[in-house]
């Protein structure tokens, strides 16, 4: 016990001071991730290389938490060198993207994606839900390009590695939205919202508003107006990017547009 106790202590204290970041975002807390990691970016004698880039990797992602996507790019893409691990990059490389999906940054989207396809990470209970994420991304950049052929291949790869992963119930989602505008598309996107909602706006508040905006677009689409707009006004009550904003009023002009053609048409 003189030799294992204080040895397991060694390991439990590495462990929680290298994953804070991590605890603190889990919690909704980015100011306090961001502060914990900032000052812990470079590695030493007394802080090896690999903690040093997951508190890199957390401080990105607590810029996204905070809206903050070009910081968070900057974090995450310049000052350092890539993981040698593929399955570290993966990370990195997933929350580029998630970064510049916001952005909505093709050739930031592109670099990233690109670096992916030549990754080897091995799909295992480990990494399943980091390879449907990853594949999710590509889904939604897909989505928002008009891609309709990459949409699905995408999300099929993304179902395939991890049927039950939020991120990717998101992306098929905006898919529904983007792509397709049927009753069907609009009672699937629904579903998908509700099940993605709490985990994707945990990950990347900004995208609060933007699902305001799907659910009143797919509500539109049934028929069902007065909850639509009602979903609309709720969106003043909830964190938005500018993406968000973007989608906000496109809806919004969209809605307006057919109440009036179909006031014109009776």
């Known amino acids: 016990w003189l030799v294992v106790l204080p040895g397991a202590l060694l390991v439990?204290?590495?462990?929680?001071?290298?994953?804070?970041?991590?605890w603190y975002l889990d919690r909704g807390r980015a100011e306090e991730a961001l502060a914990y990691t900032s000052k812990r970016l470079d590695h030493s004698l007394m802080r090896g290389r690999k903690e040093a880039l997951f508190h890199r990797l957390y401080?990105?992602?607590?810029?996204?938490?905070?809206?903050?996507y070009a910081?968070?790019?900057?974090?995450?893409?310049?000052?350092?060198?890539?993981?040698d691990s593929e399955s570290m990059e993966a990370r990195f490389r997933r929350w580029q993207m998630e970064a510049a999906l916001r952005l909505e940054d093709s050739e930031m989207l592109h670099e990233a994606w690109s670096a992916t396809e030549k990754l080897d990470v091995t799909t295992n209970s480990g990494t399943t839900a980091l390879v449907a994420a990853l594949e999710a991304c590509g889904c939604e950049w897909a989505a928002i390009s008009g891609d309709r052929e990459a949409f699905q291949r995408h999300l099929e790869e993304a179902r395939w590695v991890g049927?039950?992963?939020r991120r990717v119930d998101f992306a098929e989602a905006v898919g529904?939205?983007?792509?397709?505008?049927?009753?069907?598309?609009?009672?699937?996107?629904?579903d998908l919202l509700e099940q993605a909602r709490e985990s994707v706006?945990?990950?990347?508040?900004?995208?609060?508003?933007?699902i305001?905006?799907?659910?009143?677009?797919f509500l539109s689409v049934l028929g069902r107006n007065e909850q639509a707009w009602r979903a609309l006004e709720r969106a003043d009550q909830v964190q938005g990017d500018g993406r968000s904003r973007r989608a906000l009023e496109r809806v919004s002009n969209e809605m307006n547009h057919r109440e009036s053609r179909e006031e014109d048409e009776r």
């Not at 910081?71 to 995450?76: Q, R, S, Y």
């Not at 009753?183 to 699937?188: R, Y």
């Open 59 to 68: 401080r990105g992602r607590a810029q996204i938490a905070q809206m903050d």
């Open 212 to 217: 305001c905006a799907m659910r009143a677009e």
């Open 12 to 22: 439990a204290h590495l462990y929680l001071r290298t994953h804070l970041g991590a």
């Open 163 to 165: 049927d039950a992963v």
């Open 176 to 190: 529904a939205a983007r792509l397709a505008k049927t009753d069907p598309d609009g009672e699937a996107g629904l």
């Open 71 to 83: 910081e968070a790019l900057n974090t995450l893409t310049r000052g350092f060198a890539m993981p």
């Open 201 to 210: 706006q945990r990950q990347v508040p900004g995208r609060a508003g933007e």
